[in-house]
């Protein structure tokens, strides 16, 4: 069974960084997609960005030129580093992985998600 557990989030003024870290268990199979997504109170989840196999890089508008997302397949674990941070960002951020197509219908196909590291941007 795969888990994930995602940290390095917490409290950051606007404009500050920060770099979250995912680290994925059990029957990984890296040739699969990584995703990062965020939930803000009150919102759907919403996928941010996605990395494939060989570090193919795609990101949502609203953080597109201020994050980037890596990953380490030997260690089975996906990076997101988050540059001038908003209020907007804050939300709880989670990953998963799996074919790039199921990765854009959460709801529907990804059943296993870790406790999310939460991340706060307020002065």
């Known amino acids: 069974q795969v888990q994930f557990v995602e940290s390095g989030g917490g409290l950051v003024q606007p404009g500050g960084s920060l770099r979250l870290s995912c680290a994925a268990s059990?029957?990984?199979?890296?040739?699969?997609?990584m995703g990062w997504y965020r939930q803000a109170p009150g919102k759907q989840r919403e996928l941010v960005a996605t990395i494939t196999s060989s570090g193919t890089a795609t990101y949502t508008d609203a953080v597109k030129a201020r994050a980037t997302i890596s990953r380490d397949n030997a260690k089975n674990t996906a990076y997101l580093q988050m540059n001038s941070l908003k209020p907007e960002d804050t939300a709880v951020y989670y990953c998963n992985y799996g074919p790039y197509g199921l990765l854009l219908q959460p709801d529907k196909y990804l059943k296993i998600w870790g406790p999310g590291t939460l991340v706060t941007v307020s002065s």
């Open positions: 059990g029957n990984i199979l890296n040739i699969y997609t």
